[in-house]
């Protein structure tokens, strides 16, 4: 088996050689077969997709697991309708990020290229499947995919269509392969792949980033959990940081740009404490603190987590501090360096925390569910990279390309 | 000894929060004042490093390893010369690298920010010392330095006297430090700083990259090494061939851009292979081949390493290839993906060994000795990476910067 897998990842490697030169029209196409594939496999794809849910049923997977494994006709129309929209997205790949002419004459110039290989290692969620396999295409990367076993089989008639569509457009088969078969084992190998995956990006629960992280010999970029603040500065004007703070909190709560923890200048915290608590309890949120807080009744401990707790629920932790200073240290000791937000009107503090707060994302006067690959107008993301390296923020087509440097000259030789 | 280290490890975060703040012109200052402050040391550092020359004698160090450690007035005024010269580079902080206003009236802004604290491990080079320190002020990072114990009481001197240099410009002495007294221990702990260290990187032996990519948990950027080529095609013009091969072998043999081996078209071979041996041998040059090769009288075998080795003396392999698809293929599976040329005066030949040949430089018509920071103009280099995440190439000041988003708004929050 380790010779097989061995051998997928080499034709992967093969194919990705051909993604590489492929013209993006011809990617685009790809990814347009893609849309159409899908639509005309439904009842295959549907009925594996039975199949795997009476299987996550019988092993007790839970009701959200479920839902996220499920796919019915509007789903699979949704997951045409995505493709296509990654369809039409412009090519990374080519443009030129810097040159120059060096004194002997030398040309520099350095290109965005594809990685190369990049393998994904996600739950079960078939819908991950089309939109990773797309988003590899459209930045002239092969893919390898690890999907939660859950989902095996519908992933096998997804992945399957996909091939059919890309050999069509004249693009190798291997460009989308999946190893769900290989179990647990595929993902170990994938992680010390080195020479055949030039990247991996794990996609899931803290447990699996942390494995992967920890294990992985091949480059990673880390899409981490969400613990997400909001500084309600003594200058904030009130209504506004409870439009923010109610929003961040409720309009989605299980997503990793939600908000986890307000902090509350010590200055303004016997109005603006009571007045947050009380939106967020009548909008059914549960308040959680180490400390009494003015206005609130018996809120509750913080979680075993403390202050670096990722409810993704109902929950919201609430702090008071001394400053903005104390809000930067507070925010950059618990926090997971994802999304962070001020409100306030006073610039002075607003720039400091811009500037100190070290996340991907730092906002001013605004809502942390913004940090979003669609909301900033990259289309479909990869995930929201909470590392350094490489990529920081929301991952769209241009965070899955690497560079080269091509020199040009005419017999230039070292003195 | 661990608390201690936790402990050093944790002063450098905080200093890379200030420097993360501080204005180029302070952290220029510093590197100035690091230039004086080695001049000014300079009897103590030459004492340090007899003693280091010492032990390295006693321990059977080789000669070309004494000689990376010896420091003497020349070299020293060579340190604190390149110091100044990367005080007057520019400033990559703050760049804005991508901005738009969202619909909604969303300002993003995506701009340049230090990585924090940089991690290093390498070997026993006391002017490494000095160059990363700088190099990471340049880039308002905080810098831990793992150096060669070989050089321990030569860096703890310069270490001191950077740190004097670095507080009298008003910034924090942690900035640089060493952690040499940790031992091997030191360099492992640093491997799984998560946290504390934001990006790791090994220079030195293969044999110590592979170890830091194996065991790191926190993002590490390689170093590799440099099994590098020339491919002579059929349309090569030979006299640019010859100076060409001839300038990448032997005006330095012992750097990761010299020239490892060419490969020569089969349709030229009778005639280029013939001039191009006799010339490399009368350079000195000994020629290794795994078939017989045209005018070469019994060419010494391959080393162990076969294609991939890389001699790092007056040792090259020659090959010959039918054609540039064989050349490309040999290149990309033999190769460490660092710089490859063709010497070719056929653009379409050209055109696709530039576009297919998967490494960080390629190169037409130009010696491989020209893949350097310094020749880049990029001033100094942390090293040449040959991995395709952050970094491809020789590394700036921007390569080791990360950006984060600023979003300003006026109370936007998701619908």
Redesign the interface.
């Known amino acids: 088996m380790p010779d097989e897998l061995d051998a997928l990842l080499t034709e992967s490697k093969r194919a990705s050689?051909s993604l590489?030169?492929a013209p993006a029209e011809q990617r685009h196409a790809a990814i347009e077969a893609i849309a159409d594939a899908i639509e005309d496999a439904a009842d295959a794809i549907l009925a594996a997709n039975a199949d795997d849910l009476e299987r996550g049923r019988a092993s007790g997977l839970d009701a959200g697991l479920l839902d996220r494994l499920l796919l019915d006709a509007s789903r699979i129309a949704g997951l045409a309708a995505a493709a296509r929209a990654l369809a039409v997205l412009p090519d990374p790949i080519g443009e030129v990020l810097r040159e120059?002419t060096?004194p002997n004459g030398?040309e520099?110039t350095?290109v965005r290229v594809p990685?190369?290989v990049i393998g994904v290692i996600y739950e079960a969620r078939p819908n991950v499947t089309v939109d990773l396999a797309c988003i590899a295409l459209g930045s002239g990367n092969a893919v390898v995919l690890r999907g939660g076993s859950a989902a095996e089989l519908t992933n096998a008639v997804l992945v399957e269509a996909m091939q059919g569509a890309i050999a069509r457009a004249g693009l190798p088969r291997a460009s989308v392969q999946t190893i769900d078969r290989f179990g647990r084992d595929g993902a170990g190998r994938l992680m010390r792949a080195?020479g055949l995956i030039?990247?991996l990006v794990p996609r899931g629960s803290a447990a699996l980033i942390e494995r992967v992280?920890?294990e992985s010999?091949v480059?990673?970029?880390e899409t981490g959990a969400g613990v997400v603040h909001a500084f309600v500065d003594r200058a904030a004007?009130l209504p506004?940081a409870l439009?923010?703070v109610?929003?961040?909190k409720t309009?989605r709560t299980s997503v990793c740009n939600s908000l986890e923890t307000v902090l509350v200048h010590r200055d303004v915290a016997d109005t603006a404490v009571p007045a947050i608590a009380l939106a967020l309890q009548q909008a059914g949120v549960t308040i959680h603190a180490d400390a009494e807080l003015p206005g609130v009744a018996d809120p509750e401990p913080l979680r075993e987590g403390g202050w670096s707790t990722e409810h993704l629920s109902m929950d919201i932790a609430i702090g008071v501090v001394d400053d903005v200073d104390a809000a930067i240290e507070h925010v950059?000791r618990y926090g997971t360096h994802h999304t962070d937000?001020i409100v306030t009107d006073d610039a002075d503090a607003a720039a400091r925390f811009?500037?100190?707060v070290?996340?991907?994302?730092?906002?001013?006067?605004?809502?942390t569910?913004?940090?979003d690959g669609g909301?900033?107008?990259f289309g479909a993301e990869v995930g929201i990279s909470t590392?350094?390296?490489?990529a920081?923020?929301p991952m769209g087509l241009p965070e899955l390309t690497?560079?080269?440097?091509?020199?040009?000259?005419?017999?230039?030789?070292?003195a």
């Open positions: 050689r590489g030169v120059r060096l030398l520099l350095e990685f190369g080195r030039d990247l992280v920890t010999t480059p990673v970029i004007h506004m439009d923010i109610l929003n961040a309009q950059n937000t811009l500037a100190e070290d996340s991907a994302v730092v906002m001013h006067n605004a809502s569910r913004f940090t909301e900033f107008g590392q350094k390296s490489h920081r923020g690497s560079s080269k440097w091509i020199v040009r000259g005419t017999g230039q030789v070292r």
